[in-house]
């Protein structure tokens, strides 16, 4: 293992929670440009079609990598690098079987898909949802290439390439997407919205592209430092290695499709039944799931970023005192996690919820997207608690249990659109989610407390963090309707400038206020905030002096 020159775990795991955060914050700002350029209908086309693409991705995927780089560390322990290779080339060759076939389903069957999304669509809206549909197709031949290469780099715990990998994937797809919209849009062909949606979703395939040359030079490198070891003889049969692959991906893929099923739910259901019941014409109808796919939903994913840090970090310091039946540590590692993460998720949904307008007018230069906006202020409190609850139970070795919650929630998920879209609309669609999630998490603390064996109360835990919120969105509403008072626009065209300058002295003074509270109070400890990714330990320090008997 020396020849790999293994870089330190820690830095490792801050390199993929920075590559994380830089992910999701790129995937928010180029819905902005986006927005201006091919406009909600756009949006729903160019979500449309990701829906698919997001679906058969994952089956494609499988979760082999992760099974991948467990299987290889396991292996690496006892120094069997015949082994290893016969491993990665193995599933490499697996993955490009699964990309293939995944990429013939996607482009013959955009068709199909096209009417099944638009089921009262007229002949060229089908068109264009098929053309979006196959520009992005392509990307099926290289991301689960690309996906085991991260697996085998991880293996050896070489994070700092996986994690720049990401982050170079998502900046050359932002490029691409804007760039490749503008110039179709404004360019080569002024004002078509369904070319320009089809360059959008184009740039899954450059950005996979840019990503998989940098992990091909980063497999290089490692297998140089390996030396002539990984011409080692294999110790295992073939047959035997794909079956331990499948052992560990299994119940992975399985947690990974309820997301991506998830979404595609919301592309089938959500344009359909606003047609049908809100009598919406399908373009409209299309346009409307854009703004809450690719605006509304589309925020929520940034705090998320934080929750997967935290809940990734803490879930093997789980499984450690689980083999050793160590129920203190247990209690004391899920106690920290959950104050953790509500000091984080209530806050969120109370900018979501009060400050929907200026967000919407600050990113997007509109006002449409407000309610849905809103609306998912609750789901993002939720789904975070149902992923914080998922790192959990897999902690204690439940692997199946939250996977079997999470499609329980889709279920509910899925009856509530039938029965709130209709009157509700996107706000429906926002409710129905949050449902779901709030089912799903409940049965995941359910599962915790039967087979972690709690000790404390939950309710207790994210209490202080709730009043902190309560107390900091009443000050959220004052400062905001101060800011109505004190400055106007003078036009229509500074009212984008003006949005921002509302949500940064909002946010600065009720950030500061929620800070200081939480820690005067005790929402949230300095040994709690060390968790935190990037700002964790300055937050800390300041906990340290504002609170100085800690608990």
Known sequence: ?????????????????????????????????????????????????????????????AGFPTAMARTISERLALNRYGDVEQLFRLTSRLMIGLGAVSFLLMWFGAPLYSRLIGLKASGASLQSVTLSVRA????????????????????????????????????????????????????????????????????????????????????????????????????????????????????????????????QVDALTIPNLL??????????????????????????????????AIGSSIMPAIAHAQTRRDLKTINHQMRRTLRTAFFLLFPIAAVLLLLAKPIDMALFDQQSGVNAIASVSVMSI???FEMITTYMLQGVGKMYRPVRNMFIGLAVKLVFNFILIGPLGIVGAAMASTLGYLVSSTLNIMAVKKYAELQFSVWNQVLPSLVATVLTGILTEVLYAFSLVLWHPVTNAHAMIWAWIQLLFILFLSGLFYLFISMRSHAVTAAELKSLPGVGTRLARLAERIQPHQF
Not at 23 to 51: E, Q
Not at 300 to 307: L, N, Q, R
Request: charged share 10%; with cysteine; hydrophobic share 50%.
């Open 275 to 308: 047609s049908v019941l809100k009598h919406l014409s399908w373009s409209n109808a299309l346009g409307q799931y854009g703004i809450y796919s690719r605006q509304a939903v589309q925020l929520v994913s940034i705090p998320m970023a934080f929750v997967v």
């Open 1 to 61: 293992m020396c020849a790999t020159h293994k870089p330190s775990l820690t830095r490792g795991a801050t390199a993929m929670v920075a590559s994380m955060f830089i992910t999701k914050v790129l995937g928010l700002v180029y819905v902005i440009p986006l927005t201006y350029l091919i406009h909600k209908d756009g949006l729903g086309l160019y979500s449309s079609a990701y829906a698919l693409y997001s679906l058969l991705l994952t089956v494609s995927i």
């Open 136 to 263: 992005v197709a392509p990307s099926l031949l290289i991301i689960p290439v690309m996906s085991s290469l991260r697996g085998y780099l991880q293996g050896f715990q070489r994070m700092e390439p996986s994690g720049l990998s990401q982050a170079v994937e998502q900046l050359f797809r932002v490029v691409a997407i804007v760039l490749g919209a503008y110039l179709v849009v404004k360019v080569f062909a002024p004002g078509n919205i369904a070319v320009g949606a089809a360059a959008a979703t184009f740039g899954s395939f450059v950005g996979g592209a840019a990503a998989l040359w940098l992990l091909i030079l980063a497999v290089q490198k490692l297998k140089k430092d390996l030396g002539n070891r990984r011409f080692a003889t294999p110790t295992e049969s073939s047959s035997k290695a794909i079956k331990t692959l499948w052992k560990y991906a299994v119940p992975v893929s399985m947690g990974a499709l309820v997301l991506p099923v998830s979404i």
């Open 382 to 384: 939720f789904s975070g």
